[in-house]
């Protein structure tokens, strides 16, 4: 789906991006995707493709995102901060033909070209780093055709509470719905600029993309969230609607020191962590506009939001789910639960994934009778306004990245001193939550179950609190006590 061809006929000359102290009108970002797109074709880039990308947040990358639409490719967003190994396999499991990458990462595209070569041939995608700005010889003839709405727009990486992550298949379907959904609850300003700091390998990222692109409205592109450069633009910018993670409105809040947010700005989208009664203080009395939402990769982002009308009477709560959007909260057997009573949320609706690439499994799994199984914990009150109890069961969440405890356990219990260990996430004010494990090991230090943890998990998963212990606490049927794990760690 081109939809920024649409949109560029429709509004030429309004504003679509602005990156790095420049402004680009949607005919202009309109043309360099065309560049983009000839540098693609002449990569070999078909549709249907899948191409890689491991780039951080830039022109570069917005321009790739609309060029493979245009294309009709299919994008596999990688996460910047992950190992060469994790990247690896899901190079592997996502059949990527081609890795675009920029000179910032030029090193780790060729170790894994290198590991691809040496594993995985014949299916090595083609490495090609995009030449940024694009030299004025390249061909403008792109032929625009016409995709279905139903084709895939990207494979985004999810994680679970087993194995390995899994790559959710999101549609053009399933970003327009959001994207309508979306605008029926938080309202549409045409001169609404949605600050992203969120990465674009993210869904929360894309999201933004293409709901600005379908609204013609302007997306302000940071590489990366960095205080002192969010807080310029906050007062700089005309920012009128912002998404952040608690991590980073507290250190938003130490940064600014009480200093006033500006009156343009309408909604603070808070994901990825409860909005904590100290959260909402700290925003009511700063007139911040905070919204309180819940999301998943599996349901193109958004699902439920509280606008912030409803937020002080209800610190903690989501708000009803979105347009277009049901949840059922259901028992162990899959049955309905009465309003106030704690059970897994079930999503269904448009926006809900069209099931997991190549893991058909988990696919059956999670999507029960055209109903997403989404292993977070919650409740509808009497309202109809959902409340999250905990987020997929085990899973950590840490300064807003999903962190699943069995890939880390299966790293640390590698390690040949290790006999037995159990990672669970512990509070903390400023990540929301931090990796801890207990472990069962001989002769073996914290720092060296690190390092060694270090050359196959990202830093962000890697354990902050290790305990080590001659047995892990177990329940009656001989299963982990995760739950006596947490406490016991949560005291140390």
Not at 252 to 279: E, K, M, N, V
Not at 285 to 291: D, G, M, S
Not at 443 to 455: I, Y
Request: a negative charge.
């Amino acid at each position: 789906m081109d939809w920024l061809a649409d949109r560029t006929a429709a509004s030429p000359d309004a504003l679509a991006l602005m990156i790095n102290g420049r402004s680009y009108p949607y005919h202009e970002l309109n043309q360099l995707v065309n560049h983009m797109a000839a540098q693609l074709t002449a990569e070999n880039v078909t549709p249907g493709q899948h191409v890689a990308a491991l780039m951080p947040n830039s022109l570069d990358y917005v321009c790739l995102v609309y060029a493979l639409a245009r294309l009709g490719a299919v994008l596999v967003p990688l996460n910047t901060r992950l190992t060469t190994a994790e990247l690896s396999w899901q190079l592997q499991h996502t059949h990527a033909s081609h890795l675009i990458f920029d000179p910032s990462h030029a090193d780790m595209a060729e170790t894994l070209r290198a590991e691809q070569n040496g594993r995985f041939h014949p299916t090595t995608p083609t490495w090609s780093h995009i030449h940024f700005p694009i030299p004025n010889s390249q061909s403008f003839g792109i032929a625009q055709d016409k995709y279905p709405i139903s084709n895939l727009q990207s494979l985004v990486f999810t994680s679970g509470t087993t194995g390995r992550p899994k790559a959710a298949m999101l549609t053009y379907d399933n970003h327009l719905w959001s994207a309508n959904a979306s605008a029926y609850r938080l309202g549409l300003d045409v001169n609404d600029r949605w600050l992203c700091c969120l990465p674009l390998f993210h869904v929360g990222g894309l999201a933004i993309l293409f709901r600005s692109c379908l609204y013609g409205t302007a997306v302000i592109l940071h590489p990366k969230f960095d205080t002192a450069a969010i807080s310029h633009s906050l007062d700089h910018d005309g920012v009128t609607l912002i998404s952040l993670v608690p991590t980073m409105v507290y250190r938003l809040f130490d940064y600014r020191q009480g200093r006033p947010w500006p009156s343009t700005l309408r909604h603070l989208l808070i994901g990825g962590a409860a909005t904590t009664p100290d959260l909402v203080a700290r925003c009511q009395a700063l007139n911040i506009p905070l919204a309180a939402s819940y999301g998943l990769t599996e349901a193109a982002s958004q699902v439920a939001t509280l606008r912030p009308e409803g937020v002080p009477a209800k610190p903690g709560c989501v708000g009803r789910p979105l347009m277009f959007t049901r949840v059922r909260i259901l028992d162990e057997n899959g049955h309905p639960l009465p309003p106030n009573s704690y059970g897994e949320l079930a999503v269904s609706g448009p926006t809900v994934m069209a099931g997991y690439y190549a893991n058909p499994e988990a696919t059956a799994q999670t999507i029960v009778n055209g109903e997403l199984r989404t292993g977070d914990i919650g409740y509808l009150d009497d309202d109809g306004d959902l409340w999250l109890v905990q987020r997929r069961s085990d899973i950590i969440i840490s300064g807003g990245e999903n962190i699943y405890p069995a890939e880390v356990e299966r790293v640390l219990e590698a390690h040949p001193a290790v006999t037995a260990v159990c990672v669970v996430g512990i509070s903390s004010r400023e990540w929301g939550q931090q990796v801890a494990a207990m472990v069962v090991a001989d002769g073996l230090t914290a720092d060296e179950l690190r390092h060694f943890a270090s050359q196959q998990l990202a830093s962000y998963k890697l354990p902050r609190h290790i305990r080590f212990v001659a047995t892990l606490p177990q329940l009656g049927n001989g299963k982990i006590d995760r739950r006596s794990v947490a406490a016991r760690l949560a005291e140390s």
